[in-house]
């Protein structure tokens, strides 16, 4: 049995590790990036929720998803090496119309059985939290909240999936589902054709436009831009706890939160923009502004200005149904929605993918394999280490010592290691961008102005290609153009 997977996202390789434990399932994952993780997932604000944000009777699926999903993230975490912190999460109130929504969650959060939620008042809130704002007046407390690295977790399930025989097809943009006979049996990429028994379209922003290869016509995907502001890692204060602005029925607020690389991360806006937008990813004026407007709420004071090393935003992809859709068409048989997963899909994710499995358990036997592999490692950091392991790993592999990224101290060992694992997993062309989520070379004050060069010079050295013909992301994103070219040549002549 072929299962293709149309997308490379959390969702999509999450559904992925699942299937990968049946011996009768042959599992291939389509994307057209030239890398995983490259999509909705790679741009979010990284919070595993304790759901307590979730109507039941609303959305009971996705608020039963996003529970267990929640609990499975720790399992995952710990299972494949995933960078992660569980500080709880503060919503804080300013006013009474404020503290009338910190209480609905509340009742929220006993209905769906979070634990530890509660009310704080003032006193108990800058006890737990003393980097807040003294002008708040009560918080909401979610001690289970956690954050951690998407695009790093993409990357460890992918590795994970290979181990267990995942095939991956990378920077392959699906064109056409094939049916016949009213059953779906394969897809047409621009690259070849792929005969498939099920096909299931985990493609986020792009899931209506694949529904509709199939015959399906009933929802449309429309973008929902979330801009962020990222701080270097000296920038203070930074909350120990996540902490947020009440939530509006369109959004769950402004977040202010230290992420797992210990930086200051503020956002997201939430703005509507038209299903025609899929690719706008434009910061604005107007948005950055309305972030430093809610974390001075939040926050006594902001960082100096001159310590944002980054402005980006993501897309998230919102249902015209207004909540997940997960389904098993029967018409044409084989194909899987797995469509509109907005916030909390992070969250939801490895949940997602075993509601998917047992769905297709309905339909065919699934036999587990004897011997599935559920452990990964990640890449081994030097500036984590203590001074005698790092002189061990030294003077076993003297390129650990030869630091090529000074802001986040990564070493050449570590970058021919993450293009090692680039190839393993199927990655076609080694970019810039895949090696900076990787090792997170390229991630400090600098944003890569003085590490860059160094980087491109290695995979020129270890993949064979010329420097300036390499990319940032795939396609016409090149590093080096026209004149720059010739400072390359006297690097390497």
């Avoid at 592999?373 to 001074?387: A, C, E, N, P, T």
């Amino acid at each position: 049995m072929r299962v293709g997977i149309i997308g490379a996202g959390i969702v999509g390789l999450s559904i992925a590790r699942w299937l990968s434990r049946y011996e009768n399932i042959e599992v291939h994952v389509i994307d057209k990036n030239p890398d995983v993780g490259w999509g909705v997932t790679k741009a979010n604000t990284s919070i595993i929720h304790p759901c307590h944000e979730e109507d039941p009777d609303k959305h009971p699926l996705r608020m039963r998803l996003c529970l267990e999903g929640h609990d499975l993230w720790y399992e995952w975490v710990r299972e494949l090496d995933i960078p992660s912190r569980w500080p709880g999460e503060i919503i804080v109130a300013f006013n009474d119309e404020e503290i009338h929504v910190l209480k609905h969650y509340l009742s929220l959060a006993v209905r769906n059985k979070v634990p530890g939620v509660k009310l704080l008042d003032k006193e108990e809130l800058l006890s737990i939290e003393p980097k807040i704002n003294p002008s708040a007046i009560m918080g909401l407390y979610a001690p289970s909240a956690g954050s951690i690295d998407p695009i790093q977790a993409a990357i460890a399930i992918a590795e994970n999936c290979a181990d267990n025989n995942v095939y991956f097809h990378l920077g392959e943009k699906v064109i056409d589902v094939i049916i016949r006979d009213r059953r779906v049996v394969g897809v047409v990429t621009s690259e070849k054709v792929y005969d498939f028994d099920i096909v299931i379209n985990a493609a986020g922003l792009y899931a209506d436009e694949i529904s509709r290869m199939a015959g399906i016509n009933d929802y449309y995907i429309f973008p929902r831009r979330g801009q962020y502001i990222l701080y270097d890692s000296t920038a203070e204060p930074k909350p120990e706890k996540i902490i947020h602005t009440t939530p509006t029925p369109k959004t769950k607020g402004v977040y202010v939160l230290k992420t797992t690389d210990d930086t200051l991360l503020i956002g997201p806006t939430a703005e509507d923009l038209s299903p025609d937008k899929k690719n706008e990813l434009r910061t604005t004026r107007e948005g950055i502004n309305y972030l430093l407007r809610n974390a001075e709420k939040l926050l006594p004071r902001l960082p100096p200005r001159n310590l944002v090393i980054k402005t980006f935003a993501g897309l998230r992809p919102e249902p015209s149904t207004g909540s997940f859709i997960i389904r098993f068409h029967e018409d044409p048989w084989g194909f899987i929605d797995v469509a509109g997963i907005r916030s909390p899909g992070l969250t939801a994710a490895p949940a997602i993918g075993k509601y998917v499995v047992e769905l297709i358990h309905k339909h065919i036997d699934l036999k587990p394999k004897n011997k599935w592999k559920r452990y990964r490692k990640g890449i081994v950091r030097i500036k984590d280490l203590g001074v005698e392991d790092r002189n061990k790993l030294i003077t076993k592999n003297p390129s650990y010592g030869r630091i090529i990224c000074q802001c986040r101290g990564v070493s050449e060992a570590e970058i021919i290691e993450a293009i090692n694992r680039m190839k393993k997993i199927g990655v076609k062309e080694i970019t810039l961008d895949g090696i900076k989520f990787r090792t997170h070379t390229m991630y400090g004050r600098c944003q890569g102005s003085f590490c860059r060069v160094l980087v491109s010079l290695i995979i020129s050295r270890y993949v064979g290609i010329k420097p300036w013909e390499i990319t940032f992301r795939g396609g016409n994103s090149f590093y080096g153009i026209g004149e720059v070219k010739s400072l390359f040549k006297e690097v390497i002549r």
